[in-house]
């Protein structure tokens, strides 16, 4: 345990010195909450563990042999793609082993006409219609939990309009309220006076960082199946919005948003099945193995997007530098992607993805629904196709 530990803090301390500067937000731990036990039950996780250990001991579909370092990027097309496997988190795996790297050769098509059909295609694999009820059913997803800061909410509710237009019935459960940069104690506490008496408030620098609960209830071919999709705003490195001071007689101390997140509320409300993050959370030593964590990656900046008055806080070279922490970060998540038995999965390159798609960005760092919607659509192919 003290060796595993030990890496973990080479692993953060890396993580760390590229992240500080750049990509706003990070998780900070003095120790694992859990006791062994995980929230859906004893019986449920070695259920899930044995699942997880036969999906992971399968053979994955081979990458084509044209898949090498340095290649030229070339995507086929047509009927060209007729002999590529479909895009799964183990196929994905085998290449970041061999490529160390996010995959970055790919291509828009069905672009014609108002682009209603149009889809983000890659060179190595097919990205394959999936069923969404069916699918969370079939990989026991119940709670699923989205981190960050505004473009982690409108990814969010990308999740939530993609359920809809799947079929399911949404309804909001709780939500922190309206924009606003004050966090909510009264819904962070749960119900706990003494932990809403607990609480030191700070503004957030975000205004639509707003903590929000759907429960979605879909229709599957042996009855109906709810899942619910959660948000959390994480906004910003070391969160300082919500903590908990040191010495409380009842309530553990959190330092950041984040600590308090993982070591209190979760555990209070149940911990989700999967959690979508924007890399690098080193939230790693609180989560049960049986939590699947997603990494997404940063997509392109497009600084003629930003207004005048924005423009003189702009660095020269900040969209190449994007790319380039992007794939620092990679390399330093590289033996977690690669061993299964983290139960983390990758991405595409959403910087690649992202780079022709400058109608779609309004202001620089968000894009529009249709944007967040192609990223909830890939995401989900790959989930649901494993």
């Given at each position: 345990?003290?060796?595993?530990?030990?890496?973990?803090?080479?692993?953060?301390?890396?993580?760390l010195?590229?992240?500080?500067?750049?990509?706003?937000?990070?998780?900070?731990?003095?120790?694992?909450?859990?006791?062994?036990?995980?929230?859906?039950?004893?019986?449920?996780?070695?259920?899930?563990?044995?699942?997880?250990?036969?999906?992971?001991?399968?053979q994955?579909?081979?990458?084509?042999?044209?898949?090498?370092?340095?290649?030229?990027?070339?995507?086929?097309?047509?009927?060209?793609?007729?002999?590529?496997?479909?895009?799964?988190?183990?196929?994905?795996?085998?290449?970041?082993s061999?490529?160390?790297?996010?995959?970055?050769?790919?291509?828009?098509?069905?672009?014609?006409?108002?682009?209603?059909?149009?889809?983000?295609?890659?060179?190595?694999?097919?990205?394959?219609?999936?069923?969404?009820?069916?699918?969370?059913?079939?990989?026991?997803?119940?709670?699923?939990?989205?981190?960050?800061?505004?473009?982690?909410?409108?990814?969010?509710l990308?999740?939530?309009?993609?359920?809809i237009?799947?079929?399911?019935?949404?309804?909001?459960?709780?939500?922190?309220g309206?924009?606003?940069?004050?966090?909510?104690?009264?819904?962070?506490?749960?119900?706990?006076?003494?932990?809403?008496?607990?609480?030191?408030?700070?503004?957030?620098?975000?205004?639509?960082?707003?903590?929000?609960?759907y429960?979605?209830?879909?229709?599957?071919?042996?009855?109906?199946h709810?899942?619910?999709?959660?948000?959390?705003?994480?906004?910003?490195?070391?969160?300082?919005?919500?903590?908990?001071?040191?010495?409380?007689?009842?309530?553990?101390?959190?330092e950041?948003?984040?600590?308090f997140?993982?070591?209190?509320?979760?555990?209070?409300?149940?911990?989700?099945?999967?959690?979508?993050?924007?890399?690098?959370?080193?939230?790693?030593?609180?989560?049960?193995?049986?939590?699947?964590?997603?990494?997404?990656p940063?997509?392109s900046?497009?600084?003629?997007?930003?207004?005048?008055?924005?423009?003189?806080?702009?660095?020269?070279?900040?969209h190449?530098?994007?790319?380039?922490?992007?794939?620092?970060?990679?390399?330093?998540?590289?033996?977690?992607?690669?061993?299964?038995?983290?139960?983390?999965?990758?991405?595409?390159?959403?910087?690649?993805?992202?780079?022709?798609?400058?109608?779609?960005?309004?202001?620089?760092?968000?894009?529009?629904?249709?944007?967040?919607?192609?990223?909830?659509?890939?995401?989900?192919?790959?989930?649901?196709?494993?």
């Amino acid at each position: 345990m003290c060796i595993l530990q030990q890496k973990f803090l080479v692993f953060v301390s890396l993580v760390l010195l590229t992240l500080v500067a750049v990509l706003g937000f990070t998780f900070s731990f003095k120790g694992s909450f859990f006791d062994g036990r995980p929230f859906w039950g004893l019986d449920m996780s070695e259920r899930s563990n044995n699942e997880n250990n036969n999906v992971d001991s399968s053979q994955p579909p081979n990458l084509p042999d044209f898949v090498k370092p340095n290649r030229k990027c070339k995507v086929p097309f047509g009927s060209d793609r007729a002999h590529l496997p479909p895009c799964t988190h183990s196929l994905l795996r085998s290449y970041y082993s061999k490529m160390a790297s996010y995959p970055e050769c790919g291509a828009w098509v069905e672009t014609a006409g108002y682009g209603y059909s149009q889809r983000y295609i890659l060179d190595f694999c097919e990205f394959k219609p999936y069923n969404l009820p069916e699918c969370s059913l079939r990989n026991g997803l119940h709670h699923i939990l989205f981190a960050g800061d505004s473009v982690g909410w409108r990814t969010y509710l990308s999740m939530v309009n993609t359920s809809i237009w799947a079929g399911s019935n949404c309804h909001l459960v709780k939500s922190e309220g309206t924009k606003s940069r004050t966090p909510s104690t009264e819904y962070f506490s749960v119900g706990h006076r003494s932990l809403n008496n607990s609480f030191v408030v700070v503004d957030r620098s975000c205004l639509w960082c707003r903590a929000n609960v759907y429960d979605c209830e879909m229709r599957t071919e042996s009855g109906y199946h709810t899942v619910r999709l959660e948000f959390a705003p994480a906004y910003k490195f070391r969160d300082p919005s919500l903590t908990i001071s040191p010495g409380n007689p009842k309530w553990s101390s959190a330092e950041t948003f984040q600590e308090f997140l993982f070591s209190t509320y979760l555990p209070m409300v149940g911990m989700p099945d999967a959690i979508v993050l924007p890399f690098p959370l080193n939230h790693e030593e609180a989560m049960h193995r049986t939590t699947q964590i997603h990494w997404l990656p940063t997509a392109s900046k497009f600084p003629s997007k930003l207004l005048p008055k924005d423009r003189v806080h702009l660095n020269d070279g900040d969209h190449s530098k994007v790319y380039r922490i992007a794939s620092q970060l990679t390399k330093v998540l590289e033996p977690y992607l690669q061993n299964s038995s983290y139960n983390m999965y990758g991405f595409v390159s959403l910087f690649n993805m992202s780079a022709t798609k400058e109608d779609w960005n309004e202001d620089s760092i968000h894009f529009n629904y249709l944007w967040y919607a192609h990223v909830i659509r890939t995401l989900l192919s790959i989930l649901c196709a494993g």
